[in-house]
């Protein structure tokens, strides 16, 4: 397959000419790599937790002060013990932007009181944290390492409505709490 811009498949395109099947698997390919290469060109903020949070606003841009997640004894952590990461009206956080999605690029883990595996949960949603686990609107991640201090893990997730809620919620064998701070990036889409 030659690697062609969309303009010029959109003009060899010819009806009944039996090269539209390989113009949109190319179609469809250019628009991967588009959507790939804006993800990591895209303008990035470090956040941090808001002191004091409010209903709607859990995040500051640039803070050093960690969101803190307890998890149970290999369990995820009770109600209340979750980091409110991002509240419904802490996006945009870029200013005088038209953007319309975000997602969270990474986590960087500060601190730990334990060294074991935690698991990560990270939740997203419209409603109550409940609401958003029960629909499946959440993805996982494992981190375990010597030392915490500073470990930053990369995040697979979909891109969210700006002003959509994200929660953490961690388990590990015993009680435990983990400190982290967080990128996102936001998109016009």
């Known amino acids: 397959m030659s690697i062609i811009t969309l303009q010029q498949a959109i003009s060899n395109y010819r009806p009944g000419s039996g090269v539209y099947a390989a113009l949109t698997d190319e179609m469809i390919l250019l628009n991967a790599v588009n959507k790939i290469d804006y993800h990591f060109h895209v303008k ?7 002191n004091p949070q409010t209903a709607t606003q ?15 004894a290999n369990a995820f952590g009770a109600a209340g013990t979750e980091a409110l990461v991002i509240g419904s009206a802490d996006t945009p956080l870029i200013l005088n932007s038209s953007n319309t999605k975000f997602d969270m690029r990474i986590i960087v883990v500060v601190g730990s009181n334990k060294t074991t595996p935690y698991i990560l949960r990270i939740i ?9 686990i029960a629909s499946g609107q959440y993805s996982n991640l494992v981190v375990q390492y010597d030392s915490y201090a500073g470990v930053w893990t990369d995040i697979n997730m979909e891109h969210l409505p700006i002003g959509t809620k994200v929660w953490v919620q961690t388990k590990c064998g015993a009680v435990g709490t983990i400190d982290f701070l967080a990128s996102i990036h936001e998109y016009i889409i």
């Open 44 to 50: 990035e903020r470090t956040i941090g937790k808001r």
């Open 58 to 72: 859990w995040l500051e841009v640039e803070s050093l002060n960690p969101f803190v997640a307890t998890s149970g």
């Open 124 to 132: 997203w949603g419209t409603g109550t944290m409940a609401q958003a």
